[in-house]
């Protein structure tokens, strides 16, 4: 008798079918009893006579075998009738909350607490289901696009781009840092590669605790020459958006489903405006004088979205030339008014999801940025070859995987979309 | 004019294109001049009148126009002939090795002090193109076999497996540790997806400096359930490893042929041998007395690996059966013997490549476990969780990406298969 998975009794009616998995719950009506059982696929019900007094505890590991029955009234059409269970391994204590219902109904610090077994709840596998599918979807994107995936350093010896916000430690003897973004690796793998992209964690020593904060998250990292200037990253970004959206459409209809996600459309071209005419624009509107402003506020942010909504039916909106002021040394000026940056934000429903723009490609330009920023070049030697030697214009930008399924499926805390995050507070699970 | 990419100069024979890139090198033959330009696809030659010596220095960037013409001489059989040259980042200072010749000859150091820029030499971008598409046929292989992509926190509040080579950092004033391998948080996604993999860094505060250890590494992580026992393992490692060569075979043929790489053939079944049985065979074939081992030499190894080949004709090796003393507490036991383990290592051209085996599942036995190692249960407590609540039988392995590319290529040290190696001396660039 071949084990099938639970996804597969539809096409086993009328046969003697073994299954393997986790008892997801069980329930008595009447004189009958329902198990349902779960494993890396899905459910599939086992219906029962009797009470079901003897049947395993919630997520006890189950060999079940019985025969598949159609029957309208089952969840998917067909359920296993005349089941016989092995128990595997049997659990004995309650569960720190019931997996076994719709909605999973626990406040943040227990589900956080208990991610290890809270996970398993469907509507959680369905949140990191989205995540994995954006990851292939990012992937397979660029790579028809002949980008080069690479694996850059997380221990640093040498400075990195913020300075404040990192994890340093002791590194045999001598101080290392840990990275708060691959920026410097992949401008320099531009050099050698000219189009590379990488998916891997960064850390930042951010002393938040908001709902928009974790301090260990997966960034989705982009970076190509041979650009016009920003406009041809961005045009980029709306592929790959695109791209991801679309692959998740496709593999995972369930989720969707389940959690109620609606999906963005994606136009094939998500509009702009430039950061001047935004304040411009929220002064005239709102009445809030926010002129001469060098950064936007969530506020700001937010009814940015709704304008884009309302005057373009987008989910989508780039904020284009942030103040140079705000930007870090390598952003690329605005070659017509260098107060402003060749750089953008990206609004994914009224919240900031990509930063990216255009860097700079010249070492003299580095070296007078580096000198303006007050910064010396010492630390940045190594980072420096690459411009010493032959930089093309580029450009690139970084997605948060986390915030990215945060605002898809409108969660309101971004450790929601984390498997075990990382807070102040929390380093276990 | 339309920009095309140095690998499509073959199919526009007497156009004018424009191309984009490197100036790879530049040399005179009696009257007439050659630059090869580099892109991130490839090279293409260009040919000038005169000895050349207005053309710009290697690495500079330049955009090149002209005539496409069919060249038999020509590399690829096409050249670019009365191009002009527009120089868009002009290169002053003299390269820290030659970029332009077959073969990049610098010491180790040399190149590891300049891998930002020596990583662009032919045979550098081709190793690393290889790691690239080996990721790629790592998950599509596993994709294929519905397996879902996990990423695990790096930063850990708690005991991990090891204990003794682990980084340890402040982190808001508590002690984090970097974590040397997802072995735990791949376990607990067995309890949510039942089939995972996780393609990240970890970390190892190793103090040894040889040819085959570096401390920060990438580690191609799988775990899966429902196992009969490590021989499901292994079946999958064994699929795993034709379907990443089989992508490096299709995708990687400039590379395979530039490095010279002789592509092992993956054996429907891999032979197999039990960690017993290879010490007696050492030891009645060598005269080396062996018995009584609980762990084999590189020298060990190397023997076996020839012994595979010349009586298999293999260049993998199962080495099965490795004493549990040797192993962590999670592996799980031979029923028959629990002297011997469920676990495994396999040799890839005698050197081990990749460790795993079957793992306990029961939370029980690992109360028990712990105790034996006398380790207390109290760190591991959240680990513990998944076992409480049911965990199926499983299994999964680890391959260090790195070392794969140094056995696949016959590197003489783990670093050249690196981008940026960290090892005791080493965290920049």
């Known amino acids: 008798m071949n084990t099938i998975k639970t996804t597969e009794i539809n096409t086993h009616a009328g046969q003697t079918v073994c299954l393997q998995g986790w008892v997801h719950t069980t329930r008595k009506m009447g004189g009958i009893a329902f198990l349902i059982l779960r494993d890396g696929y899905g459910t599939a ?3 029962f006579e009797g009470d079901g007094s003897g049947l395993p505890a919630p997520e006890s590991i189950v060999k079940l075998s019985g025969r598949v029955q159609q029957n309208m009234q089952a969840p998917g059409g067909f ?20 997996l076994g219902k719709k909605a999973l109904k626990v406040g943040l610090p227990t589900l956080l607490d208990h991610a290890v077994v809270l996970n398993r709840h469907p509507t959680r596998r369905a949140i990191f289901k989205l995540s994995a599918t954006a990851m292939a979807g990012f992937r397979k994107t660029l790579n028809e696009r002949a980008f080069t995936e690479v694996q850059s350093p997380k221990l640093v010896g040498s400075a990195t781009e913020g300075g404040a916000n990192v994890f340093s430690l002791d590194y045999f003897g001598r101080t290392a840092w840990l990275a708060q973004s691959p920026q410097f690796y992949k401008q320099i793998m531009v050099g050698v590669f000219e189009r590379v992209y990488e ?23 982009v970076e190509f020459g041979f650009i016009e200037n920003h406009w041809t990253v961005m045009a980029l970004v709306r592929d790959l958006l695109a791209g991801i959206f679309s692959e998740i459409s496709n593999r995972c209809k369930n989720e969707i489903e389940l959690l109620n996600v609606e999906m963005p459309a994606v136009p094939d071209e998500i509009p702009s405006i430039h950061f001047r005419e935004a304040l411009e624009l929220i002064t005239a509107e709102t009445g809030e004088n926010i002129i001469g402003e060098t950064d936007l506020s969530p506020q700001n942010e937010r009814w940015l979205g709704e304008w884009a909504q309302r005057e373009h039916g987008s989910d989508f909106l780039f904020v284009v030339g942030y103040p140079m002021v705000k930007r870090p040394f390598y952003t690329h000026p605005d070659p017509e008014n260098p107060t402003w940056s060749n750089s953008f934000d990206l609004l994914f429903r009224g919240t ?30 190594e980072y420096l070859e690459a411009f010493k030697y032959g930089m093309p214009p580029h450009g690139g930008f970084a997605i948060g995987l986390e915030r990215l399924i945060k605002q898809l499926c409108q969660l309101p805390n971004v450790k929601l979309a984390t498997l075990f995050p990382r807070d102040m507070q929390r380093l276990t699970p």
Chains 1, 2 share one sequence.
């Open 352 to 381: 900031e999801l990509i930063t990216g723009g255009q860097r700079r490609h010249l070492y003299a330009d580095y070296l007078t940025a580096l000198e303006e920023a007050g910064l010396s070049a010492e630390p940045f030697v």
């Open 199 to 221: 998916v891997g964690p960064v850390f930042r020593a951010e002393a938040h605790n908001t709902s928009r904060h974790i301090n260990e998250y997966v960034s989705l990292d």
């Open 79 to 98: 359920e296993i009738t005349n089941p016989s269970v092995e128990v595997i391994n049997a659990v004995t204590e309650p569960l720190p909350a019931t």
């Open 45 to 47: 019900q086992a219906i």
